[in-house]
């Protein structure tokens, strides 16, 4: 189970301690104890709209302290919707003042060494998290609809085992905070893409429109490969449906701040 914690007034998602340790520490956080205002309040990690980048910063900082990580040892990814994955090592920390030196042309993060912490941030998209026990490797993934539509995650397991040698068995996977099947209602022209490549798995159709459990096709990606469903948490907490807790895109029509989520190997 994940669980809630809450330090110098941070509320963070402490993640599947019971798959991911010893070997590797997860969190996400909420949106609980920043210092920024208004549809930013307050602990936004978003810099998308113009909530003021140091409160994004200070809010950073405040987050690294409330987890116990070095600010300087965190890498971004570029975040533009993709399916590609990087392979990252000690050399891409700190590129820059956090999400301006993330990595370009990249949705997900693999590393396989102890040092580096790799981020996913959503107000809504689906971040999944994987521990390879076995061979050491973590990975941090942002899948979006377009990125869950192009199976973000299964091609980041196939680059680990290209890499790595990962195999389904060897992974534990987190699943967290993001927007539910009834809150995501999508017009024809996107359901028709999830119709094309996957039939009406995971889609219902209501009336005109469709609604898409994005976390249903990740799940599917994890157990495609081979991920033993006890080996998977999936948080199913609604973005949408909370939003005292998560910023969510869509809730918030648009105007809102990011979370964050982070995962480092441990040994
Ligand atoms: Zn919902």
């Not at 981020?119 to 998209?125: E, G, K, L, P, Y």
């Not at 973000?152 to 534990?172: H, N, Q, Y």
Request: hydrophobic share 40%.
């Amino acid at each position: 189970m994940s669980q809630y914690c809450e330090k110098n007034g941070v509320r963070l998602l402490s993640v599947a301690p019971r798959l991911f340790s010893p070997e590797a520490e997860a969190w996400f956080t909420t949106r609980v104890g920043g210092v920024s205002t208004g549809a930013f309040s307050s602990l936004n990690l978003s810099t998308r709209h113009d909530d003021a980048p140091e409160n994004v910063e200070k809010n950073f900082l405040l987050a690294c302290e409330a987890m116990g990580l070095d600010s300087r040892d965190l890498i971004f990814a570029q975040q533009k919707h993709t399916a590609e994955c990087a392979l990252v090592t000690a050399r891409d920390v700190h590129r820059g003042r956090f999400i301006a030196g993330a990595v370009p042309g990249v949705d997900a993060l693999i590393t396989s060494e102890i040092g580096p912490v790799l981020t996913v941030r959503t107000a809504d998209c689906v971040p999944v998290f994987l521990s390879d026990r076995r061979h050491g490797a973590i990975a941090a993934i942002h899948s979006g609809w377009r990125g869950t539509l192009h199976a973000i995650t299964l091609r980041t397991l196939e680059r680990m085992r290209s890499e790595f040698g990962t195999e389904g068995i060897d992974v534990c996977a987190a699943v967290g905070p993001c927007i539910c099947a009834d809150c995501f209602e999508v017009d024809p022209p996107v359901a028709d893409e999830f119709i094309a490549a996957y039939g009406m798995k995971r889609l219902v159709r209501t009336g005109p429109k469709y609604h898409i459990d994005l976390a249903g096709h990740v799940l599917d990606q994890l157990t495609g490969f081979g991920v033993p469903e006890t080996q998977i948490e999936a948080e199913r907490i609604c973005t949408a449906h909370h939003t005292d807790l998560y910023f969510s895109h869509r809730a918030e029509h648009g105007y809102t701040g990011g979370m964050c989520g982070f995962i480092r190997r441990l040994r």
